[in-house]
């Protein structure tokens, strides 16, 4: 089955300490993206990548990392975490063709406390 | 600045009648439009798209009407189901400017009574 798997579904952690949320995608797509979903503020990027090893900031990249060492991973790095990154976060993949839409991971919901 | 913008927070309609929800947009860049529905505890899904060389795009029960001038689309739902009750986001690129990014509305929630 085509899809784009997050891990965890749920993170809770304090502070300061460093996380990272996985992604992978088993639909060979050149395009990988990371968006955080806040009440009243929609979908917003925080970086994505065309291809291996190409990344580059969406509108909201401060406080992430991110690498793209292989084609079908895209991990999310916090590296101190704080309670403002508490968020929804859903990763997406989609071929590099512009116009293609997204496939969307199921999302990991992060509480930083 | 927030280039694309879902007015409506909300819908509610009646199962039969027809869903109308709309998305407005400032960048004149942008060349490429996208409806995603989001159920609860789900990722979004892609819906329909539709470029800027036409104004309407039709799929099924689903069509997006695309007005430039006005910087203006809808999606329209008809006839609308309850299992149409979810989350809708519209979405937006300009390859001309930045291929790679995708600007997306706050979302409507649409509830569809039966």
């Known amino acids: 089955e085509a899809q784009v798997t997050q891990n965890p579904r749920y993170l809770i952690t304090v502070t300061g300490k460093k996380l990272t949320v996985t992604c992978s995608q088993n639909m060979n797509h050149e395009y990988m993206s990371w968006y955080r979903q806040d009440p009243g503020l929609g979908l917003r990027q925080i970086y994505y990548s065309m291809n291996v090893e190409v990344t580059d900031k969406g509108d909201v990249p401060e406080g992430y990392k991110v690498s793209r060492k292989e084609k079908r991973n895209f991990p999310l790095i916090l590296e101190s975490p704080s309670p403002n990154q508490t968020s929804l976060y859903f990763c997406a993949s989609r071929p590099i063709l512009f116009g293609s839409p997204l496939h969307f991971g199921n999302g990991t919901r992060l509480t930083v406390t | 600045d927030q280039q694309v913008k879902q007015n409506s927070p909300s819908l509610s309609v009646q199962e039969g009648r027809i869903s109308i929800l709309n998305c407005d947009y400032t960048?004149?860049?942008?060349?490429?439009f996208l409806w995603y529905k989001k159920y609860p505890a789900e990722g979004p899904t892609f819906l329909i798209s539709i470029s800027s060389i036409k104004d309407k795009n039709e799929d099924g029960r689903f069509t997006v009407f695309l007005n430039k001038s006005a910087k203006h689309l809808s999606l329209h739902i008809v006839p609308s189901q309850p299992g149409d009750s979810a989350v809708y986001f519209c979405?937006?690129?300009?390859?001309?400017?930045?291929?790679?990014?995708?600007?997306f509305g706050d979302g409507t929630t649409l509830t569809v009574k039966p």
């Open positions: 979405a937006a690129s300009g390859e001309s400017t930045n291929a790679g990014k995708s600007t």
């Open positions: 960048n004149s860049m942008f060349d490429y």
